[in-house]
């Protein structure tokens, strides 16, 4: 007999299981700080799944290999299961978030970067955070490997992937206006082993977006999470104008 589930994947999503499929359903929850701030806003799950969809269609054809298989409109979307890599990656192009936060409690930056808001890192960096502790909190690769929780090899695709995901979503974005500051990223592994780029991808909930024209004039305008991280204005207008900039 069937056994159809719903659970909480990740603070914003529910991962539903019917019929022997996968659906990742996108919630108008938003959360921020691990959790200390919570709301939900009326179609902001909408928002986040048209805008995953349009990026994992544009990565398929990209070949870069990703969990998505389907759209259900108007918040859902059917998945391969994978058993999910237990770290989230960060990419960087600018200083913003946590790190700007570690510089200001002493942590050296590395070579050429300003530790500024807004400046640019030259060639980007990748980090990793944990997934499943009460806090994310950065890990090393000497960690990663360590625990065991992936191979060299596995992680050298994984940081590959993530370069490239970065080049083809900044490079869309920048025709469109927009400076793409910095994104997180999930990977997965599905039964033969193969690492799929999961979760979400190019969502306001995982990306800083900025607008260009206001950073070359010297202003820093988000249109993400951080309006509501920072309480910059209305959410939900942000999050349809980005939808709107990206996806037309
Ligand atoms: P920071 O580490 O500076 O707070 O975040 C870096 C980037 O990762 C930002 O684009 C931020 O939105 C994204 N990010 C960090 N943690 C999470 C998370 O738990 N969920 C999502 N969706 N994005 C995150």
Same mark, same amino acid.
């Given at each position: 007999?069937?056994?159809?589930? *719903?659970?909480?994947?990740?603070?914003?999503?529910?991962?539903?299981?019917?019929?022997?499929?996968?659906?990742?359903?996108?919630?108008?929850?938003?959360?921020?700080?691990?959790?200390?701030?919570?709301?939900?806003?009326?179609?902001?799950?909408?928002?986040?799944? *048209?805008?995953?969809? @349009?990026?994992?269609?544009?990565?398929?054809?990209?070949?870069?290999?990703?969990?998505?298989?389907?759209?259900?409109?108007?918040?859902?979307?059917?998945?391969?299961?994978?058993?999910?890599?237990?770290?989230?990656?960060?990419?960087?192009?600018?200083?913003?978030?946590?790190?700007?936060?570690?510089?200001?409690?002493?942590?050296?930056?590395?070579?050429?970067?300003?530790?500024?808001?807004?400046?640019?890192?030259?060639?980007?960096?990748?980090?990793?955070?944990?997934?499943?502790?009460?806090?994310?909190?950065?890990?090393?690769?000497?960690?990663?490997?360590?625990?065991?929780?992936?191979?060299?090899?596995?992680?050298?695709?994984?940081?590959?992937?993530?370069? *490239?995901?970065?080049?083809?979503?900044?490079?869309?974005?920048?025709?469109?206006?927009?400076?793409?500051?910095?994104? /997180?990223?999930?990977?997965? /592994?599905?039964?033969?082993?193969?690492?799929?780029?999961?979760?979400?991808?190019?969502?306001?909930?995982?990306?800083?977006?900025?607008?260009?024209?206001?950073?070359?004039?010297?202003?820093?305008?988000?249109?993400?999470?951080?309006?509501?991280? @920072?309480?910059?204005?209305?959410?939900?207008?942000?999050?349809?104008?980005?939808?709107?900039?990206?996806?037309?």
């Amino acid at each position: 007999m069937a056994s159809n589930t *719903r659970e909480r994947a990740g603070k914003s999503k529910d991962i539903i299981r019917e019929d022997g499929k996968t659906f990742f359903e996108f919630t108008d929850r938003v959360t921020a700080f691990d959790g200390l701030k919570e709301d939900e806003y009326l179609h902001k799950g909408e928002v986040c799944c *048209r805008m995953s969809v @349009y990026w994992f269609e544009i990565m398929g054809q990209e070949g870069i290999p990703t969990h998505f298989r389907s759209f259900v409109p108007p918040n859902r979307i059917e998945v391969t299961y994978l058993e999910i890599i237990p770290i989230e990656v960060i990419c960087r192009n600018y200083v913003a978030g946590s790190l700007l936060q570690r510089y200001g409690r002493g942590e050296e930056p590395g070579a050429g970067i300003e530790p500024r808001l807004g400046a640019r890192i030259p060639d980007g960096i990748i980090e990793f955070t944990t997934k499943f502790e009460e806090r994310d909190r950065p890990i090393g690769e000497e960690e990663i490997l360590g625990n065991g929780w992936l191979t060299r090899e596995e992680l050298d695709q994984i940081r590959e992937y993530t370069r *490239r995901v970065n080049e083809i979503m900044s490079g869309h974005l920048l025709e469109k206006g927009i400076i793409l500051a910095d994104f /997180k990223i999930e990977f997965g /592994k599905n039964a033969s082993g193969e690492i799929l780029l999961a979760d979400e991808v190019g969502t306001p909930d995982g990306c800083r977006f900025w607008i260009r024209d206001s950073y070359d004039a010297g202003r820093i305008e988000s249109l993400d999470k951080d309006v509501y991280r @920072y309480d910059e204005g209305d959410v939900s207008d942000a999050y349809s104008r980005i939808q709107k900039r990206i996806c037309g």
